[in-house]
């Protein structure tokens, strides 16, 4: 009985309310110092990386170009929404990375990377007619949820094949 006094309860679980704390070494590390060689995919204001952390655990780093207007703000916006959002069809984040010169998001990796890999790809990628309906059932299952299901609206602004993982 003792030692289960012990125990987290749910809310203490990782997966949760649980971010795990990652040095900005550790980020590079598992980048191969943010070479082009692990480089997923470039967006607006960053660039997103596949990293192995020291725990072999495969994620993505979205490091945001801090001489980007908007971008810090476009950070804290980030890591106050993705932090609060519990959905199957949602990227979880991992962590964060911040300092003055130095800001990105630990999101969980997804191995068969982007939609927009799969709908456009040279590589003959195929998807069948079953695929494509589950995968818009559950884009618009995670939207749902973000318009009406959580506590707060939250808007994506920016729905593209590329950012459907």
């Known amino acids: ?3 289960n006094a012990n125990a987290p309860s749910k809310e203490e679980s990782p997966g949760l ?3 795990r704390w ?3 070494f550790e980020l590079a590390r598992a980048t191969d110092n ?3 060689a692990n480089l997923l995919g470039r967006g607006s204001i960053g660039k997103v990386y596949k990293g192995s952390l020291d725990d072999e655990l495969l994620v993505a780093v979205k490091v945001l170009n801090l001489e980007v207007e908007g971008a810090s703000r476009s950070f804290d916006a980030e890591c ?3 932090g609060q959002v519990r959905h199957r069809n949602l990227v979880k984040i991992i962590s964060t990375c911040s300092n003055l010169e130095f800001k990105a998001l630990v999101l969980e990796f997804m191995p068969n990377l982007s939609l927009d890999k ?3 790809s040279e590589n003959q990628r195929f ?4 695929q494509r309906i589950n995968i818009m059932l559950d884009v618009s299952l995670g939207l749902d949820y973000l318009h009406h299901q959580h506590h707060h609206v939250i808007v994506h602004c920016d729905l ?3 950012n459907i993982l």
């Open 1 to 3: 009985m003792r030692k």
């Open 17 to 19: 309310n649980y971010h």
């Open 22 to 24: 990652i040095p900005y």
């Open 34 to 36: 943010f070479s082009e």
């Open 80 to 82: 106050r929404t993705l």
């Open 118 to 120: 799969w709908l456009y």
């Open 127 to 130: 998807l069948t007619l079953l």
């Open 160 to 162: 593209k094949p590329s």
